[in-house]
């Protein structure tokens, strides 16, 4: 098996973000929003990787990156609002049956995008991917 690192996290980080935009093209509205929630999780997991941190689920992710990255200040808030939005969304579609719009769709994308652009624009200002 091939050693684990920031950059193969992150490279599933930008697949994912770029399933949802292909998902989006074809008006799989649902899936689409399942797609760029899991390019934001890898992203923190990418994040968390980098600081030694490893979580177990969903919920530990979402708050050691909370703890780590925006309450310290070392990433902006708006990221967590992104989270939260873009997890709603994929808990509402998965767990609720509810039909994800296109214009919902299309946020969750730009939320996956920001987050995952500030999580790379993070770990090369921190050296962790060149």
Excluded: P
Excluded at 2 to 15: C, S, Y
Excluded at 32 to 41: D, G, L, Q
Excluded at 69 to 82: A, E, N, Q, V, Y
Aim: charged share 25%; aromatic share 14%; proline share 0%.
């Amino acid at each position: 098996m091939t050693e684990l690192t920031a950059g193969r996290i992150m490279k599933k980080a930008a697949d994912c973000l770029e399933d949802s935009k292909w998902t989006f093209d074809r008006k799989l509205f649902d899936v689409c929003a399942y797609r760029a929630y899991f390019s934001i999780y890898h992203s923190i997991q990418g994040l968390l990787f980098v600081s030694g941190v490893q979580a177990k689920d969903h919920s530990q992710a979402h708050s050691k990156f909370s703890e780590m990255f925006i309450k310290t200040g070392l990433m902006d808030i708006s990221l967590h609002k992104r989270l939260k939005r873009t997890f709603e969304m994929r808990q509402a579609s998965d767990y609720q049956y509810y039909k994800v719009s296109g214009q919902e769709a299309l946020k969750s994308i730009e939320n996956a995008a920001a987050f995952f652009e500030s999580a790379i624009q993070y770990l090369k200002e921190n050296n962790h991917l060149k």
